[in-house]
């Protein structure tokens, strides 16, 4: 997490064309923008003004876009290349003239701007009345995804902020935007004056439909993720607001961080749930999974003790066990920190599938889920890295791993607001960050499937809402700085656990990867049965040009590596060749592109 606690007040397209030294838009109506750092529901939005290339000191605007639906201004906008983070590490200024007046707010490139809001420096300025009143991000109930670097971002600004309605003076009804990279010499969106403009119409933005609370399928197991805050659950103030979010969730495994007790919880938990027997793991770190299954094995799995995991018997629900990670990463600014200790953990999980050299014994496809509080809200390669095993530092750690048994990478869910379309899963209104998204869920799709899945905040649900699941509105607020996280394993027969998908009968050779590649690339490949195997790598010729096993293995995934080389270590030159498995007279190949 950040720092500090929070406060409420939360409560379709645009086409263009060019007038003399101004951009115009043109309504089309709003759209239903749901802020997550996914992107597919800007697609029906009219690019507003498209930047041209190469104009740029360090930041080069590519294309923007603007709608809105009945609460807020959205603001979508992406770059021709690099990754930027949007709360820090720039300078990037975005203005609003709120009312389409030059002459009212601050003159800057040819409009009259009411708002002056500096992202890397998170804060801003209001313009009204000729006076300069310096602006937070609650002031503008400001809402940007994703938390992490990335090419492309959205935003979203209250329509009922003060610098909107030139306090509360007026209804937001059109204006302009301009983007600015802050610098001198720097790009600007648009490049020419008078900026971007904009219109809202009187349609109605329907609002969203609530994701009812409960499971899809009465049998589907449900995990809750939560940072509670320093302890909360056993705090006397907050234990309440808990109590009823966790009744109302009704999970059967709850993974809890910033929790650093370890002799209380077991008591709480039961009362909470009289009618199950409840399991606690030994508290690591700050980290503890309590579980209606027992509990086989849990232990330690980074040197920081910043990740744990725990073997959980389903076998009567699952048919097999559940192996669940459970994490809390380094904070804040500490990302040199964060991307050791994924790199870390996604070493000792590919030593533990390929060798067996793991904290406790590990049936081959034990379905797994990681979850916690990861803190990303730095460098997009550590959420890359857990997702994909893609490990930055792979002189200390190794070569890559793909982490799911089926070798690709595994999903990291994204999940709305039950009741709210905001991906957010922290938020501090006196923080200088705006809300963003901490919590994550990863989860083996090769071994499973997701039922009902968001994220849990009081306070955007409606009284009938909150009366009929126990709840009060503030329930959210007053527990922790972070929003519980939801996610069900189905067990539905058309979904969930596929061991079909997971264990083909056949001999499978998988695509490398990654492809194209330099200079190293991993080969995996599916055994149904022990079986003598080679492996080699052939040009275009159908030439031997490295031998890279030639042994028996077990049934199981099996992966080498080829680090182009030929057979006499000479690295071969760029281009088109073939990895050639056989199996018992059976033949498979798959292209491989080598790059220079």
Same mark, same amino acid.
């Given at each position: ?55 740029? +000191? ?82 503008? =109930? ?21 610098? $909107? ?13 301009? $983007? ?5 010499? %720097? ?8 900026? +971007? ?89 700050? @980290? ?38 459970? %994490?809390?990463? %380094? ?99 006196? &923080? ?43 329930? =959210? ?12 394993? %189905? ?38 049965? &022990?079986?003598? +195997? ?14 890279? @096993? ?42 491989? +592109?080598?790059?220079?």
């Amino acid at each position: 997490m950040f720092e500090s606690k929070t406060i409420n007040n939360d409560k379709p397209g645009l086409g263009h064309f060019v007038a003399g030294p101004f951009l115009f838009s043109l309504l089309l109506g709003g759209h239903p923008i749901t802020i997550d750092g996914l992107f597919d529901d800007w697609e029906d939005v009219a690019i507003a003004y498209t930047d041209a290339e190469g104009d740029a +000191v360090t930041a080069d605007f590519a294309e923007i876009k603007i709608t809105y639906d009945m609460e807020f201004l959205f603001i979508y906008f992406n770059f021709y290349e690099g990754e930027f983070l949007m709360q820090d590490w720039n300078e990037f200024h975005l203005y609003i003239d709120a009312d389409n007046d030059p002459s009212t707010g601050h003159d800057f490139h040819g409009i009259g701007a009411e708002l002056d809001w500096v992202f890397g420096e998170r804060w801003g300025y209001q313009y009204v009345n000729g006076q300069q009143v310096e602006l937070w991000q609650n002031d503008l =109930t400001l809402r940007i995804g994703p938390t992490i670097t990335s090419t492309e971002f959205e935003i979203a600004i209250s329509r009922e902020s003060d610098p $909107l309605t030139m306090n509360s003076s007026q209804v937001l009804t059109e204006g302009k935007i301009i $983007l600015s990279e802050g610098q001198d010499n %720097s790009d600007f969106i648009p490049d020419e004056s008078g900026g +971007v403009y904009f219109s809202i119409g009187e349609d109605a933005v329907p609002y969203p439909q609530p994701i009812p609370l409960e499971r899809l399928h009465d049998d589907d197991i449900r995990i809750v993720s939560y940072n509670t805050w320093n302890d909360g659950m056993i705090n006397e103030e907050r234990q309440l607001h808990f109590k009823r979010i966790l009744q109302a969730l009704d999970p059967d495994v709850i993974a809890l961080q910033e929790h650093w007790d370890w002799n209380e919880i077991d008591d709480i938990i039961q009362s909470w749930f009289p009618e199950d027997e409840w399991h606690a793991s030994w508290t690591y770190r700050d @980290l503890v999974v309590l579980s209606r299954f027992p509990i086989l094995e849990d232990a330690n799995m980074i040197s920081s003790e910043r990740t744990m995991a725990a073997l959980l018997n389903t076998e009567n629900e699952l048919g097999t066990n559940l192996l669940l990670f459970n %994490s809390h990463l %380094s904070c804040c600014s500490s990302n040199e920190d964060r991307q050791q200790q994924v790199d870390e953990f996604s070493s000792i999980w590919r030593d533990w599938v390929t060798e067996g050299a793991g904290p406790f014994d590990l049936e081959y496809g034990t379905p797994f889920v990681h979850v916690g509080d990861f803190n990303y809200v730095g460098y997009r390669q550590q959420v890359e890295t857990i997702r994909t095993g893609d490990i930055e530092d792979e002189n200390e750690y190794g070569e890559d791993y793909l982490p799911d048994w089926d070798s690709t990478a595994i999903v990291d869910l994204f999940s709305r607001h039950s009741h709210k379309r905001m991906g957010y899963t922290w938020r501090s209104d006196g &923080s200088s960050f705006n809300p963003g998204k901490l919590d994550y869920i990863f989860y083996s799709d090769a071994t499973m499937d997701t039922g009902n899945h968001y994220t849990l905040n009081t306070l955007a649900m409606d009284t009938e809402s909150l009366n009929g699941y126990g709840l009060q509105w503030n329930d =959210t607020q007053e527990a922790s700085d972070h929003l519980p996280r939801v996610f069900d394993i %189905s067990l539905d027969d058309a979904v969930g656990i596929n061991e079909t998908q997971l264990f083909p009968e056949q001999v499978k050779l998988f695509s490398n990867y990654p492809n194209p590649f330099n200079p190293n690339t991993h080969i995996t490949f599916y055994l149904p049965h &022990s079986v003598f +195997v080679t492996v080699s790598v052939v040009n275009v010729m159908g030439n031997t040009v490295k031998n890279l @096993l030639h042994e028996s293995k077990p049934k199981g995934n099996w992966s080498v590596t080829w680090d182009g080389r030929n057979d006499y270590g000479e690295f071969v030159s760029a281009g088109i060749y073939f990895c050639l498995l056989r199996v018992n007279g059976v033949k498979k190949t798959k292209k491989m +592109v080598l790059l220079k």
